[in-house]
């Protein structure tokens, strides 16, 4: 059998090519990595990258000179926000992950069925393979670390929890096409009210992340990469959704397909429970908490273990680290839909962890911004922010002066967002205000131009 080359090997490579923009020799290349290679062996992993089509080259024989692909329609343009730019709500992603995003938005038709590729798994070892390199790792130390690292397990999370449980149980879901707004969600998640209009399997999607973040906060001081805690993760993630109810809680035995991609998951319980059982001891093997959690973000997936919910399964599988050890939480704060499907899209169809990586370490920048006391500036005002100031105010200030419940201030936001925005903002801007709704306190209503007594008022009837 071959030997299997790790994957950080290519990204080191690939790390190196980058310092190259108009292209680099191989000895130019070799020069930029940080260990020894061999010349023919470095040829041949180059080789290899362009066969894969994660480098281009031009030129022959000595004059062969690497780089990255280059990205379609080029940076986006000064003064103009991402949105604006793209055309569409994405994250900030490397020049080789847009090469892969233009890679699995080709056409369905155009790009090749592959299935299973136990190998992938297979090559993965741990504390010798990593997909964070260690300048993230070290970065989402910093930004994670809480006080609470030498308290009993889950002592940060718990002193979170209500913002957590709703952040969580909204953007997971959310990432699933849930359409309940974060004030319908809270209204759910505390009062037991389902939203009008809406699908029932939206409330239970929902309610079933309430039970499944409560038991890995409860439990933090037990729950790991286990059976009993991954399963019991799908059972309570997957309660009341699944045609058939004895599915809850155990490996699949049925062939499943998945929509939009030409993926076909692996057949057979005998290989499921064998891949299974191996990604749970490969991830406790894991070291760092940061690794761990990624790596069953890109793992369980892939393996698509139960008949269904398995992304769900795999976003809060990777709170169990941090929670374990006082880590901020990961609650998918701002992630598009679009991006996190782009991502997931490149590791079945691909084996490539570029784009979800940035999406996973975005959002856990976004998410230690939001929760943990160690804070560091997002960088730029938003423009979209900036742009819908006025609008915004306008809207804070009639839900406190007048008086409004959380359903009253749901329904005067649609009716403002019908009245004053555009169709496509019209989703971001409810999420700022009720975000910012949300975050009100006595503190900060200067900004509003309200008085604490009408602060006062209001409080008393917001619920």
Known sequence: MPK???SNEFDAILRAVA????????????????????????????????????????????????QLPAITGGPPPVGRDK???RGEDYIPISPESEAIKQAVREPIQNRRPVGYNRTFLDAYRP????????????????????PEGGLPAGTYARQIFNRLLIDLSWNSSRLEGNTYSLLETER????????EGKDAREAQMILNHKAAIEMLVEQAAEVGFNRYTILNLHALLSDNLLADPRACGR???????????????LEGPQLIEECFQQILDTATAIRDAFEQAFFVMVHLPYLQPFEDVNKRVSRLAANIPLIRLNLCPLSFVDVPERAYIDGILAVYEMNRVELLRDGFVWAYER??????????????????????????????????????DKKAAGAFIKQRVAEAVPKEDQARFTEVVETEIMSLHKGNIARYRLR?????????TWR
């Open 4 to 6: 299997q080359v790790p």
């Open 19 to 66: 310092r190259f923009p108009d292209g680099g020799a191989i000895e130019e290349i070799m020069g930029a990595l940080d260990f020894q290679l061999p010349h023919r062996t470095l040829q041949r992993r180059l080789a290899l990258l362009v066969k894969q089509k994660r480098l281009n080259v031009e030129g022959r024989a000595r004059g062969s000179r690497y």
């Open 83 to 85: 949105k604006e730019a």
């Open 127 to 146: 504390n010798e393979t990593f997909y964070l390199f260690p300048e993230i790792r070290q970065r989402l130390a910093e930004l994670g670390r809480s």
């Open 188 to 195: 759910l998640l505390e009062l037991g009210e389902t939203a």
């Open 251 to 265: 490996l699949r035995s049925m062939r499943v397909g998945v929509a939009g991609t030409v993926f076909h998951p």
């Open 367 to 404: 998410s230690c911004a939001r929760y943990s006391a160690v804070r560091r500036s997002l960088g730029d005002p938003d423009p979209f922010r900036l742009r819908y100031r006025s609008l915004v105010a306008e809207v804070m200030g009639g839900i406190v002066r007048g008086g409004m």
């Open 452 to 460: 604490p007594s009408q602060y006062q008022t209001w409080l008393e």
